[in-house]
């Protein structure tokens, strides 16, 4: 007679009961640890498999969970399995499918968050802090005396550091183990929106009273917003707006709730069926980013969006995101004809997998521009990869207060020509392709408000406007690069590097700054170069690599190293002719679109 299903529950728990009794009064030398179990990305190593094919032959393995299988119908591309499995049986799998399977760690990815106090001062030591714990209670206001909610307050003491939000009284209780009031070096406030943040070294803080610190109010100026000024997008024709080119942002959401961003309506959530749940954004780093490619222009103030007539397509990723989330982001691309995809994600490791889908884009000319990382260390994958473009951070004096967090992020920089400085997160090395704005930049926040922000994420988003604009107007792009394959993507590299203006070390800063007038045909003044661009680049390039077998080395389960940028570009001469666009009829041209049209034809030098 088969067993009820509850005589199969006791049974198991007996059994288990039993296991546990013998684990216990095993000898020492017997106990084992479970093995370690990590998800696994596994592809067949060739074409003609299908992805029930690949199922079945895993599941001959045993010991493998399936997690689900990616299989497109309309390329060649092998099928992925994403699997759970101990990491010693990938080991043996790998072994034995030798050159019939590719597998490798389904890794995590890490958004390139917008850098806070972290990277301006170094962490503390690992040190066990004796002596009382210093106990404070901080309140962050503004200047009318309301609280402010969900700002960031990070203590840095001589030993240890510590950090929280505040709650809807502004109030947060931070604790410092083995401190005393006057070893805290300083305070960092990073308001979520509306506020300037705020930094004080060797503050006063009074461990028996509440501490309140006042944050001023974020006012939107009426110009244009210091990086736009910066990579002279302020000098092109007002016509120049992207229309007719898709663009994805693959970052953490969009909130269309925005008053700016309502016009977004293309995207897909990596994770959740849920209808449009990709246009909202709980970690708020998606929506700055979209708001620099295409927020609606208002005359109020200079914070726009650069190529707002671009077709956005918002590919959220989750915050547990994986590589193969980005796979699945990188076919929507794809299948949507995405020509320029902006990713702000990206993890320490290559994957072949990955690359693979980026080379299969990049075949089809789509355009990848990623964020460098705000890790102060190497350039992570995929922006390192030689077929994606990697986007450094900068920042220019002045564009922000005395007091605030990027004042500190300046205190500690690399000065460049002009005025910019390369931030102490931005990451650098021989794979770093340009530089842009990305410190105290204004952009659009979730729900619906206004930020300071800094990150590499941002001077990626500016770089995918400038390329939109390009594709859309450059006269390269309606001739001999207009076919959508692996030359149009390596011309766009191309101008985007050659047009820009040497500021510092090519290994902070890649070639240098974008500028959109030089880009796009335009003649404006280039900016004198620091250094020569080939100054001990060969020397880097290697020692990169160096650093790279010693901290990013192979493993039993990985063991090959995927090939590092910079960007490969095309080889052949700029023209130099006019834009594509036509300018309307009825529109009176500015004096200095008359300029730009007299420069066109070679009849003056703007001056």
């Known amino acids: ?87 010693d049986a990938a080991t043996a799998l790998r072994r034995s499918a030798a050159g019939s399977l590719i597998i490798e760690p389904d890794l995590h990815l890490r958004a390139a968050s917008f850098a806070g106090a972290s990277s301006v001062l170094p962490t503390a030591a690992m040190m066990t802090a004796f002596g009382p714990d210093l106990k404070v209670t901080i309140r962050i206001v503004s200047e009318a005396g309301t609280p402010v909610e969900q700002a960031a307050v990070r203590l840095i003491g ?43 070294h060797r503050p006063h803080l009074d461990a028996d009273a509440v501490n309140i610190f006042t944050l001023k109010p974020l006012s939107l100026s ?50 959740s069926a849920e209808a449009k749940s990709w246009s909202k954004d709980a970690i708020g780093h998606g929506t700055p980013c979209a708001g620099l490619i295409s927020a609606a222009p208002q005359t109020a103030h200079g914070v726009r969006g650069y190529a707002p007539d671009s077709e956005l397509h918002v590919c959220k990723l989750p915050s547990d995101a994986y590589c193969s989330d980005l796979i699945v982001a990188l076919d929507y691309c794809l299948q949507n004809a995405i020509d320029v995809a902006c990713l702000g994600f990206g993890c320490e490791r290559g994957s072949a997998l990955v690359e693979q889908r980026i080379a299969e884009a990049k075949q089809h000319g789509m355009s990848l521009i990623a964020a460098a990382g705000n890790s102060a260390g190497a350039v992570p994958f995929p922006a390192c990869s030689p077929n994606v473009m990697a986007v450094g951070a900068v920042g220019q004096a002045g564009s922000f207060l005395e007091d605030s967090p990027q004042a500190a992020q300046a205190a500690a920089a690399i000065a460049l020509a002009g005025g ?36 590499t994420s941002l001077a990626a ?10 594709l859309a107007d ?26 820009a203006q040497p500021i510092g070390h090519p290994w902070q800063t890649g070639a240098g700054l974008p500028n959109a007038a030089r880009a796009l045909g335009i003649w404006s003044e280039q900016r004198a170069t620091v250094v020569p661009l ?28 995927l090939p590092r940028g910079p960007a490969r570009v095309s080889s052949l001469p700029l023209s130099s002719g006019p834009l ?4 309307d009829g009825g529109e009176k041209a500015s004096i200095h679109e008359l300029k730009a049209a007299m420069a066109f034809a070679g009849l003056a030098a703007e001056r």
């Open 534 to 561: 080939n100054v001990g680049l060969g020397q880097m390039r290697s020692a990169i690599r160096q650093l790279d077998q010693i901290q990013f080395g192979a493993s039993d389960v990985m063991p090959f190293e």
């Open 222 to 271: 009426e110009a244009l917003d210091w990086g736009g000024a910066a990579m002279q997008l302020d000098r092109i024709p007002k016509q120049c707006r992207g229309a007719g080119v898709r663009i994805a942002l693959i970052d953490s959401g969009v909130a269309t709730s925005h008053k700016r961003l309502t016009g977004i309506d293309h995207g897909i959530d990596i994770r």
């Open 461 to 470: 988003a500016h770089v995918t406007a400038l390329a939109a604009l390009i």
């Open 580 to 583: 594509a666009f036509q300018a």
């Open 474 to 499: 450059h006269s390269d792009f309606k001739g001999s690069f207009a076919a959508r394959d692996l030359q149009r993507v390596e011309r766009l590299f191309q101008i985007l590097k050659d047009t």
């Open 1 to 87: 007679m088969a067993a009820s299903s509850d005589d199969a529950r006791s049974t198991a728990s007996g059994d288990r009961r039993k296991s546990s009794r013998d684990a216990r009064s095993a000898p020492a030398g017997d106990r084992r640890k479970p093995a370690r179990t990590s998800q696994y990305m596994i592809a067949p190593a060739g074409p003609g498999v299908s992805g029930q094919e690949l199922a079945e032959q895993l599941n001959q393995f045993g010991n493998i969970e399936i997690l689900r299988t990616r299989e497109r119908r309309d390329t060649t591309v092998p099928p992925i399995a994403v699997v759970r499995i101990p990491d």
């Open 420 to 455: 910019f400085f390369v931030p102490p997160f931005s990451c650098r090395g021989p794979e770093l392709d340009l530089c842009a704005p990305g410190v105290a930049i204004i952009a659009c926040q979730s729900p619906d408000s206004y930020a300071v922000c800094d990150g």
């Open 158 to 200: 001589e030993q240890v550091s510590v950090q929280g939000l505040t709650d809807s009284d502004g109030r947060v209780d931070l604790t410092l183990q083995g401190e005393q009031p006057d070893t805290v070096a300083a305070i960092f406030v990073n308001p979520r929106s509306g506020f300037w943040g705020l930094w004080q």
